[in-house]
């Protein structure tokens, strides 16, 4: 399978590509690095993206910032910034990508836990994961030539330490069982499912 895996170079996004490479075409995408580069906040850059690597099987999104901070403090640029990138990027991975995907691949986009399992600070991040959520539940019922979509939904990840304290009382997750979720969802046939790896 020919898989396209943005974020590749990241925490999460390197285990996934460690767990699939030896089987499959890696095509690595990063903001900076990798085979290919692109800006998710702009789709014209997501466009420019799927035109130069063609056609391809299965596209794993493992990118997109959103803002933790006070409630109090938080202005309507601090939200945004998770409505433009992790929201609105990977919604755009799909929107644009479903024209490129060739049939029966799939799509497997990255929430979190905190959809349904709130922190303080973390009010921003709780409202993107829960709208990806349902995007990927909602986009399934739609998707042509059966292409697939779900969600990839971890807990803290044990390589993010500087994120353990706004997660009082989480256990980390570890990056192979974050992996084997993405790996679940490429090469499984369920579609429309949130994977929560808690």
């Known amino acids: 399978m020919?898989?396209?895996?943005?974020?590749?170079?990241?925490?999460?996004?390197?285990?996934?590509?460690?767990a699939l490479e030896t089987e499959h075409e890696i095509v690595k995408v990063g903001s900076k690095s990798g085979d290919y580069q692109v800006n998710i906040t702009?789709?014209?850059?997501?466009?420019?993206?799927?035109?130069?690597?063609?056609?391809?099987?299965?596209?794993?999104s493992t990118t997109g910032d959103a803002h933790f901070g006070p409630l109090q403090q938080m202005t309507e640029a601090d939200f945004r910034?998770?409505?433009?990138?992790?929201?609105?990027?990977?919604?755009?991975l799909v929107l644009i990508g479903q024209h490129y995907i060739n049939p029966k691949g799939s799509f497997t986009l990255t929430s979190?836990?905190?959809?349904?399992?709130?922190?303080?600070?973390g009010a921003a991040v709780s409202s993107i994961n829960g709208a990806l959520d349902s995007f990927v539940k909602a986009a399934a019922i739609e998707l042509?030539?059966?292409v697939r979509i779900n969600v990839v939904a971890p807990d803290v990840v044990e390589e993010?330490?500087?994120?353990?304290?706004?997660f009082q009382g989480h256990i980390p997750v570890s990056m192979h069982r974050v992996a084997q979720a993405y790996v679940k969802s490429v090469l499984g046939a369920q579609t429309g499912q949130v994977y929560p790896v808690i």
């Open 144 to 146: 042509d030539k059966g």
């Open 81 to 92: 910034v998770g409505v433009d990138s992790k929201l609105l990027g990977q919604v755009n």
């Open 160 to 166: 993010s330490p500087a994120y353990f304290p706004f």
């Open 42 to 60: 702009d789709a014209d850059s997501v466009k420019a993206l799927f035109e130069n690597v063609g056609s391809f099987d299965a596209l794993i």
């Open 2 to 18: 020919k898989i396209i895996i943005i974020g590749a170079s990241g925490t999460i996004g390197k285990h996934v590509v460690k």
């Open 112 to 121: 979190g836990s905190l959809a349904n399992d709130p922190i303080v600070l």
